[in-house]
């Protein structure tokens, strides 16, 4: 059976306010790509919109002959790495740990101390002074991976999954003698790889 799609003004505005949203959207990444390629001359007249004049890769040429860029690439590469394996391993020990609201002492004080901290922050310049004179970190990896490893919003999310987890599953794995370590090593993560995966792109 066939159905024919009829055309509507409704359809007509959507199209219309989406193509828009789609602009202005790319605009700035059109428009900078075309000031990167564009003569020095057209830019300082402010003549450069969306195509390049006076075309030229000189900016490209400088950016690429200096070293530090690939320092810099080098960097983000280990940030990124090293910083969500670091993240999504404490995200997922606390979420579970926090799921147990049964086993866990103090359960309800743990997670109202966690929420407080999602809507409250002490802002650029404590933290700043809490890393570098507490925590002794400064002008190294851990400075940047270790503050911000653990987010309350993913933890939460985390949490809330292994809230849903089936409890027969752990109970098979503690039947058969596991420890608390070992079922969420071997039966819960390989059953998470949803969320991780998830937490792991946000």
């Excluded at 059109?30 to 390629?37: F, K």
């Excluded at 530090?68 to 993240?87: D, F, Q």
């Excluded at 004080?109 to 409250?120: A, C, L, P, V």
């Amino acid at each position: 059976m066939n159905y024919i799609k009829r055309f509507s003004i409704y359809t007509l505005i959507k199209g219309i306010f989406l193509a828009f949203i789609v602009f202005i959207t790319l605009y700035p990444f059109i428009h900078m790509i075309a000031v990167s390629l564009s003569s020095t001359t057209y830019i300082l007249r402010n003549e450069v919109s969306f195509y390049p004049k006076g075309f030229n890769l000189k900016m490209y040429q400088l950016v690429l002959r200096d070293p530090r860029i690939l320092m810099a690439y080098k960097n983000t590469i280990i940030y990124v790495i090293v910083g969500t394996g670091i993240s999504l391993s404490a995200t997922c020990m606390g979420a579970y740990a926090l799921s147990k609201r049964s086993r866990l002492l103090f359960h309800m004080t743990f997670t109202q101390m966690i929420m407080f901290t999602m809507f409250f922050g002490g802002g650029m310049i404590p933290t700043y002074l809490v890393v570098k004179g507490i925590l002794g970190l400064y002008n190294n990896i851990w400075a940047v991976v270790l503050p911000g490893a653990i987010s309350t919003f993913n933890l939460i999310i985390m949490r809330s999954f292994f809230l849903n987890f089936p409890a027969e599953i752990e109970e098979s794995g503690y039947i058969d003698g596991m420890n608390d370590i070992q079922v969420f090593w071997y039966l819960v993560l390989p059953l998470s790889k949803a969320v991780l995966a998830t937490i792991g792109l946000y």
